[in-house]
């Protein structure tokens, strides 16, 4: 673009007056004009583009940008430069002000590790993405921290910030996520019930000692991780350096070959420790190995036993109470125990129940995760753990410390801890806020008040018919069209092929239909509005539509979820817990329908994107997110008018190319100004009459399903 082409300077002080709200800031913007005036245009764009970018996360970074911006534009490639500003956005995002600003002054320590960062993971970035990883995995529910290098106390995962250890992105988020298994490997495998603080003291050399054993043990957790986790284990394989050192690799093949079987355990590993040391060096370590800090499992582990303990003797003595309580409960039951079962679905080594006398019980998730817990520090439940607290000992708070109720954890100013972190598309910096929304899932209390009965006596015609419908879908033949054989001939192909053969082409010899019954793998997942708004006959439609739909696909066969979504800011995102794919169709999930209540904003882009997450788990051919809403994506902070809608489109579009189909149900009479733009022209439907919910939602499903 030619230079007479260029902006003058009232043009650039007035697009600077907006994109830094000057009449609230009170920047001098004429000056600033001044120094990008000499640019060409095309030069003068990028950098009021990003001034107006940045500006959309905060007015003191983008002024800071505002300031450099013609000097760093002459000086630095723009990819760079955009990146340089991206990542302090997402520091800002993540980390606060102070951080951000220290990136954009510290703008030649970025570019002297911009080839770094460029290939590099930050575990700011990525930490959500980890402890999502580390919490699907069998064990203790860990934590993810920032540490000087990679280790575990027992509780938590500390790793690195930054790994640039590889050329590319996907390599070092690899290795940071090998980092992360091999810790968590550790606390479920047996390493740290070792008391290595006082091993490593019986010898002359305690750290070299504890190298070899960290070396030999890795080399047993890594059996482990290929036997549970054989994907990663691969990827471990293709990145991790080989063992070398003052033996030969063949030598330490054989060395470390009794360690790799299923019956292998930690002791095995330190028994073969003590009978090397002195003789051979250590191999050099897997550069994804990290280190053993015994002296602070020691004190986690020392503080955790004690405090485990006292929470189980509570709980058992509040399941104690309620066993006792139920009316067909005589005598009175008395004994904990615990027994090893064969379920299949419980992990190797974690295959134990609890009982009462000799009777399974139920505990509650809590109780199962402190259950496990006290496992991995002992290898078994301890008999004295069993025995309920009596009177002296009952403290509700041993059970409740580190569990907060969930309308509790949103005091303070940041309350990710235990929560899903989503990102978040903001389109005015056309980048993702990274780790941005914070989101909690929670149960809709049950409320058994005839609600159920009542809306199956409202609707019964409507129920019988629906029934014949369904019933009807689950046991339709398809017609296939275009096959080798059939019963019948499919004239549409006939007539092509007959085409083809006086055009002189080949004729295709597929040229007949026959019926077929195919199974139907299909998942759905049901997304409820519970926004406030939603507040009367709107929360009356949906819980009468789920119901219908909930008695009608009972007797089609599909596997369907049910959760409700609200939110109150980016801080405080609720999923709620209707109906799992797992869950059967019982009265508690009746109940639970019955029960839905609206809450608070209709923040939708987080909800959309933790929901295609749940139906990705699900095994199935066809998968579908169908929404039930009430009106546009909003908040009560920034996130409403274009900022909510672009968002909510965005997430979208990631559904869609995770092969997912989205669909829309709104009574919205405005909707089509905006669901034509998220969802697409054939992907919604509006209602006009919000009574009509129950009858169109199981129409609409059989349309989306066949």
């Given at each position: 673009?030619?230079?007479?082409?260029a902006?003058?300077?009232t043009?650039?002080?007035?697009?600077?007056?907006?994109?830094?709200?000057?009449?609230?800031?009170?920047?001098?913007?004429?000056?600033?004009?001044q120094?990008?005036?000499?640019?060409?245009?095309?030069?003068?764009?990028?950098?009021?583009?990003?001034?107006?970018?940045?500006?959309s996360?905060?007015?003191?970074?983008?002024?800071?940008f505002?300031?450099?911006?013609?000097?760093?534009?002459?000086?630095?490639?723009?990819?760079?430069?955009?990146?340089?500003?991206?990542?302090?956005?997402?520091?800002?995002?993540i980390?606060?002000?102070?951080?951000?600003?220290?990136?954009?002054?510290?703008?030649?320590?970025?570019?002297?590790?911009?080839?770094?960062?460029?290939?590099?993971v930050?575990l700011?970035?990525?930490?959500?993405?980890?402890?999502?990883?580390?919490?699907?995995l069998?064990?203790r529910?860990?934590?993810?921290?920032?540490?000087?290098?990679?280790?575990?106390?027992?509780?938590?995962?500390?790793?690195?910030?930054?790994?640039?250890?590889?050329p590319?992105?996907d390599?070092?988020?690899?290795?940071?996520?090998?980092?992360?298994?091999?810790?968590?490997a550790?606390?479920?495998?047996?390493?740290?019930?070792?008391?290595?603080?006082?091993?490593?003291?019986e010898?002359?050399?305690?750290?070299?000692?504890l190298?070899?054993?960290?070396?030999?043990e890795?080399?047993?957790l890594?059996?482990?991780?290929?036997r549970?986790?054989?994907?990663?284990?691969?990827?471990?394989?293709?990145?991790?350096?080989?063992?070398?050192?003052?033996?030969?690799?063949?030598?330490?093949?054989?060395?470390?070959a009794?360690?790799?079987?299923?019956?292998?355990?930690?002791e095995?590993?330190?028994?073969?420790?003590?009978?090397?040391?002195?003789?051979?060096?250590?191999?050099?370590?897997?550069?994804?190995?990290?280190?053993?800090?015994?002296?602070?499992v020691?004190?986690?582990?020392?503080?955790?036993i004690?405090?485990?303990?006292?929470?189980?003797?509570?709980?058992?003595?509040?399941?104690?109470?309620?066993?006792?309580?139920?009316?067909?409960?005589?005598?009175?039951?008395?004994?904990?125990?615990?027994?090893?079962?064969?379920?299949?679905s419980?992990?190797?080594?974690?295959?134990?129940?609890?009982?009462?006398?000799?009777?399974?019980?139920?505990?509650?998730?809590?109780?199962?995760?402190?259950?496990?817990?006290?496992?991995?520090?002992?290898?078994e439940?301890?008999?004295?753990?069993?025995?309920?607290?009596?009177?002296?000992?009952?403290?509700?708070?041993?059970?409740?410390?580190?569990?907060?109720?969930a309308?509790?954890v949103?005091?303070?100013?940041?309350?990710?801890?235990?929560?899903f972190l989503?990102?978040?598309?903001?389109?005015?910096?056309?980048?993702?806020?990274?780790?941005?929304?914070?989101v909690?899932?929670?149960?809709?209390?049950?409320?058994?008040?005839?609600?159920?009965?009542?809306?199956?006596?409202?609707?019964?015609?409507?129920?019988?018919?629906?029934?014949?419908?369904?019933?009807?879908?689950?046991?339709?033949?398809?017609?296939?069209?275009?096959?080798?054989?059939?019963?019948?001939?499919?004239?549409?192909?006939?007539?092509?092929?007959?085409?083809?053969?006086?055009?002189g082409?080949?004729?295709?010899?597929?040229?007949?239909?026959?019926?077929?019954?195919?199974?139907?793998n299909i998942?759905?997942?049901?997304?409820v509005?519970?926004?406030?708004?939603?507040?009367?006959w709107?929360?009356?439609?949906?819980?009468e539509?789920?119901?219908l739909?909930?008695?009608?696909?009972?007797?089609?066969?599909?596997?369907?979820?049910?959760y409700?979504?609200?939110g109150?800011a980016?801080?405080?995102?609720?999923?709620?817990?209707?109906?799992?794919?797992?869950?059967?169709?019982?009265?508690?999930?009746?109940?639970?329908?019955?029960g839905?209540?609206?809450?608070?904003?209709t923040?939708?882009g987080?909800?959309?994107?933790?929901?295609?997450?749940?139906?990705?788990a699900?095994?199935?051919?066809t998968?579908?997110?169908?929404?039930?809403?009430?009106?546009?994506?909003?908040?009560y902070?920034?996130?409403?008018?274009?900022?909510?809608?672009?968002?909510?489109?965005?997430?979208?579009?990631?559904?869609?190319?995770?092969?997912?189909?989205?669909?829309?149900?709104?009574?919205?009479?405005?909707?089509h100004?905006?669901?034509?733009h998220?969802?697409?022209?054939?992907?919604?439907?509006?209602?006009?009459?919000?009574?009509?919910l129950?009858?169109?939602?199981?129409?609409?499903y059989?349309?989306l399903?066949?």
């Open positions: 673009m030619s230079k007479s082409s902006l003058n300077l043009e650039i002080a007035q697009r600077l007056d907006v994109s830094l709200q000057v009449e609230f800031t009170f920047y001098h913007t004429h000056e600033l004009a120094t990008i005036l000499p640019l060409a245009r095309a030069d003068q764009e990028f950098y009021l583009t990003w001034v107006e970018r940045v500006a996360t905060h007015l003191e970074i983008s002024h800071q505002a300031q450099r911006g013609a000097e760093l534009i002459a000086r630095m490639d723009k990819h760079v430069l955009e990146a340089w500003l991206i990542h302090a956005m997402d520091t800002y995002d980390d606060g002000l102070f951080p951000a600003m220290k990136i954009i002054r510290n703008v030649d320590q970025f570019l002297h590790s911009a080839h770094e960062r460029t290939a590099g930050a700011t970035a990525q930490r959500g993405v980890l402890l999502h990883f580390l919490q699907g069998s064990g529910q860990l934590k993810v921290n920032e540490g000087d290098a990679a280790y575990t106390d027992g509780e938590t995962v500390f790793l690195p910030a930054f790994v640039a250890m590889f590319h992105v390599d070092n988020f690899k290795l940071l996520k090998a980092m992360a298994a091999l810790q968590w550790q606390t479920r495998f047996g390493t740290l019930r070792l008391p290595l603080q006082d091993l490593i003291m010898h002359d050399d305690p750290q070299g000692f190298a070899l054993f960290h070396a030999l890795t080399q047993r890594e059996a482990c991780l290929q549970e986790l054989p994907g990663l284990y691969r990827d471990m394989l293709r990145i991790g350096t080989p063992h070398s050192g003052a033996a030969p690799d063949t030598q330490w093949r054989d060395i470390v009794p360690l790799r079987p299923a019956t292998a355990t930690a095995h590993s330190l028994a073969l420790a003590q009978s090397l040391f002195g003789k051979v060096a250590p191999p050099t370590p897997r550069i994804y190995q990290g280190e053993l800090r015994p002296h602070e020691l004190q986690i582990r020392l503080a955790r004690e405090r485990e303990k006292a929470r189980l003797k509570v709980a058992l003595h509040d399941l104690l109470t309620e066993q006792a309580a139920k009316p067909e409960t005589a005598p009175p039951p008395s004994r904990f125990d615990m027994r090893e079962t064969t379920d299949p419980v992990p190797e080594g974690a295959r134990m129940e609890l009982t009462l006398d000799d009777m399974p019980v139920a505990p509650p998730e809590g109780v199962k995760n402190l259950l496990t817990s006290i496992m991995l520090d002992f290898d439940i301890p008999p004295e753990y069993l025995v309920p607290a009596g009177p002296g000992e009952y403290d509700p708070r041993l059970l409740h410390d580190e569990e907060p109720n309308d509790d949103w005091s303070g100013t940041y309350h990710e801890e235990g929560a989503y990102k978040e598309w903001d389109y005015r910096r056309q980048h993702y806020r990274k780790n941005w929304c914070a909690r899932e929670k149960t809709v209390t049950a409320q058994d008040d005839g609600f159920y009965a009542n809306t199956l006596k409202k609707y019964a015609t409507q129920l019988r018919h629906l029934r014949r419908t369904f019933e009807a879908m689950r046991d339709e033949d398809r017609l296939l069209k275009r096959q080798l054989d059939g019963e019948d001939v499919d004239i549409d192909a006939l007539v092509e092929a007959l085409a083809d053969q006086r055009a082409q080949e004729m295709s010899d597929r040229l007949f239909t026959r019926m077929h019954r195919a199974d139907r998942a759905v997942c049901f997304m509005d519970m926004s406030g708004s939603t507040q009367g709107i929360n009356l439609a949906e819980r539509a789920l119901i739909l909930c008695e009608a696909l009972e007797h089609l066969g599909d596997r369907y979820a049910i409700g979504f609200s109150f980016r801080k405080r995102c609720e999923i709620f817990k209707i109906k799992e794919f797992s869950d059967p169709y019982n009265s508690e999930i009746k109940n639970r329908i019955s839905i209540q609206p809450q608070d904003y923040r939708m987080f909800a959309i994107r933790h929901l295609s997450g749940k139906l990705l699900v095994d199935a051919k998968r579908i997110l169908i929404t039930l809403s009430d009106g546009r994506p909003y908040d902070d920034y996130y409403c008018d274009d900022y909510g809608i672009e968002d909510t489109r965005r997430a979208l579009i990631e559904t869609r190319l995770s092969g997912i189909h989205p669909y829309c149900i709104t009574i919205d009479q405005t909707a100004d905006y669901l034509s998220m969802y697409g022209a054939a992907s919604y439907t509006v209602l006009d009459d919000i009574a009509r129950p009858y169109k939602v199981t129409d609409i059989k349309k399903t066949t």
